[in-house]
């Protein structure tokens, strides 16, 4: 039982007076305070009078369905814990209990250990939740930095950088791989500089080509060139006073190179088809995915640019380096796409957290928003299951893999793991007959010819996320 000063308040809905009283008598013995309704009626007038830590409530009850109680319990408070017991368990029904906010689904007849342990971990959980949100509170300020989700320790220690060096005029480097989010950490030091009232412009040196990119960052004089009818400004002329972030700078050629030198060194430049100088004051914000190091030595890239680009360097984590933030990422991006879908998806489930943190995320988190948009779109229930994911492709490819792997029994001269073999394959079994039934543990066992006790065995043996 989850340690309290005060021992947690259940109450127990069930028409059934024996069912009443053993549920009554085992959980007391536990330590647990006991409350007793023989009607949903009854259930919904004491939910309306009390708080209570958990609802263990039947399906069918001699009033009202034991799903309106469950809704009941959430009306009046959403953060309740609630378990549905039901001796007429059907796939639908307990899809229905989990999108209303059952924490769980036990049929009937129930094993009593395991009933007295799904309830453990539903308080335990509670009490997490409880413990989570004061730690979350506290670090507000850490988990949104800006636009920048998570509290990692590698995040803790790039937001303590941002906010050293966001009043400075230092020139910062910000490295890692794609899809990172190193433009949010660039405008997250803008954003807390002295120049947060001027421009924020945002160059890509990749994605411009090189026979317009010099017009473009330095701008033109009329008659420069064919089609140069008019004065435009370039982009550093813009910025003037503000910041100036050059994303994917190792894609600028060496001919740009040493102009941008120039402007970093002297603050001036000369627009296309000019003969003055331009003063500039600007702050630069660099950011690569490539090894410049590796580039200065091949010679692609100017080693006296590099060091002037390369003041200060923050070096952003991929996904799979800061995994504890995941969860908190991919809530931030469901909350975003369910407003702008107009949907009504209030959480991730728990299995479908598993596979995401199963994954590598090798597009990190540009990918995972991508996924979570889309998952959004493809999702038809309240709470993001396993089959509205997208990534569960991956995960079909990986059970295939194994589904389809050749064991050679000629291994087994050089010797194997057997306990390993059996290991991969009941566990590619398991997952992809959940996978079938949408996270229905019931249905899944009728699928595997397995009872249900022995199907919740393998799963926690396993330590597949139930």
Known sequence: MPLSKKKPHILVVDDELSMRELLEFMLTREGYRISCAESGKKAVSLLNEEKFDLLLCDIRLGDISGLEVLRASKKKNNNSVVIMISA??????????????AYDYVPKPFNNNELKQT???????????????????????????????????????????????????????????????????????????????????TINCGGIPETLIESELFGYKKGAFTGAVED???LFEVADKGTVFLDEIGELNISMQVKLLRVIQERVFKPVGGNKDISVDIRIISATNKDLTKEVIT?????????????????????RERKSDLNALAQHFLDK?????????????????????????????????????????????????PDSLALSIHKRRWIEGVKNRRFDLEDVAKGVSLDNILEEIERAYLEKALECCSGNKNKAAELLNLSFRSLRYRLDKLGIER
């Open 88 to 101: 007429f368990a059907n796939a639908e029904t307990a899809v229905e209990a989990m999108n209303s906010g």
């Open 232 to 234: 435009k400004k370039g």
């Open 299 to 319: 010679g692609n890239f100017r080693e006296d640019l590099f060091y002037r680009l390369n003041v200060i360097e923050i070096k952003v984590p991929p996904l």
């Open 337 to 385: 796409y369910t407003r702008e879908m107009d949907k009504e998806i209030s959480k991730i489930s728990s299995y479908a957290i598993d596979l995401l943190n199963k994954y590598d995320f090798p597009g990190n988190i540009r990918e995972l928003e991508n996924l979570m948009e889309r998952s959004v779109a493809l999702a038809s229930t309240n709470i993001l299951l």
């Open 119 to 201: 309830i453990e971990k539903a308080l335990n959980l509670k009490t997490l939740d409880h413990e989570k949100k004061v730690i979350t509170d506290e670090l507000k300020k850490n988990l949104h930095f800006g636009k920048i989700v998570g509290n990692s320790p590698g995040m803790l220690h790039i937001y303590k950088m941002i906010r050293q060096v966001a009043q400075t005029r230092t020139n910062v480097m910000i490295t890692g791989e794609s899809g990172t989010g190193k433009e949010l950490i660039a405008r997250a030091i803008y954003e807390q500089s002295d120049r947060r009232d001027h421009s924020f412009v």
